[in-house]
């Protein structure tokens, strides 16, 4: 499949390196708001840069053509693609934690022309956790839910996956709690207190490599949907009814 990422900031530049060395993907090329540098180097390989431009994107697709764009950039950039996204029903993953509710209801109406997956975050980790976390709440409505989150000293919002694990288990954002502190990737924690037993679960980003294996995780299973708006959810869901029926098969 090939692939074109939008984005090479901490966690595009580490997306790049996972999908340029997977065999099922072959990243054709960059795009960043200034265009630079011309290339850079992953493996062996180098793979060109442009300038992210409505002006000219069309164009850089007819000569440098793909079948999916992968995006970690910023939320005003699917104003720029959006077009040719639909005209061209490529495949559409976006890691964008920032969407207003028009620019979400504009991505979200690009499900009707193509296959697209939006999720805050997209490690499979903290997916797996947030449906266990539904899971647990949908079992024991009554226990007690804490979020802590935990990032780096300079990120400056709440935790966009944070706000979505308590928006998915149906709690205030006053049951968040932040931490700043020195070169943390990411943590999320949920506490689940209970009259006689605490139960918590806990993701952690090692390195930002993680969201590039969930965006190649994605990738493949975004090609055996049908177009539609999907989310991480919908995707692991989607493995876990396959599983069960397997496993259903099997003790018949």
């Known amino acids: ?48 840069v442009t300038a992210l431009s409505k002006d000219s994107l069309a164009d850089w697709l007819d000569q440098h053509p ?21 005209r061209r ?19 979200r109406a690009l499900g ?7 999720s ?20 024991a409505p009554f226990a007690d839910v804490e979020i802590l989150e935990q990032h780096f000293r300079d990120k400056p919002e709440v935790s ?23 070169g943390i990737v990411g943590h999320h924690e949920v506490i689940f207190g209970f009259p006689y037993q605490t139960v918590r679960l806990i993701h952690d980003s090692i390195k930002r490599e993680a969201f590039g294996t ?7 299973e975004l090609r055996h949907c049908a177009p539609g708006f999907y989310t991480f959810d919908d995707l692991l869901m989607k493995r876990v009814r396959a599983h069960l029926l397997t496993g259903a098969a099997t003790a018949d």
């Open 120 to 139: 805050p975050n997209i490690t499979v980790g903290i997916n797996f956790l947030i449906m266990a976390a539904r899971l647990l709440r949908e079992i």
């Open 89 to 107: 029903r490529l495949m559409l993953v976006t890691a964008i934690s920032s969407y207003d509710d028009a620019q979400l209801a504009a991505i």
């Open 160 to 182: 966009g996956t944070a706000k979505k694990i308590a928006e998915s288990l149906d709690v205030g954002g006053d049951k968040i709690t932040s931490m700043r502190l020195g």
């Open 1 to 48: 499949m090939k692939v074109g990422l939008i984005g090479y900031g901490k966690a595009g530049s580490a997306v790049a390196q996972v999908l340029s060395e997977d065999p099922r993907y072959a990243l054709q090329w960059i795009a960043t708001r200034s265009g630079t540098p011309a290339a850079v180097t992953l493996g062996d390989a180098r793979v060109p």
């Open 112 to 118: 009707t022309h193509t296959r697209v997956l939006c």
């Open 214 to 220: 969930g965006a190649a995780f994605a990738l493949n």
């Open 66 to 86: 793909v079948d999916a764009l992968v995006d970690f950039s910023n939320a005003a950039s699917a104003a720029i693609y959006a077009d040719e996204v639909a």
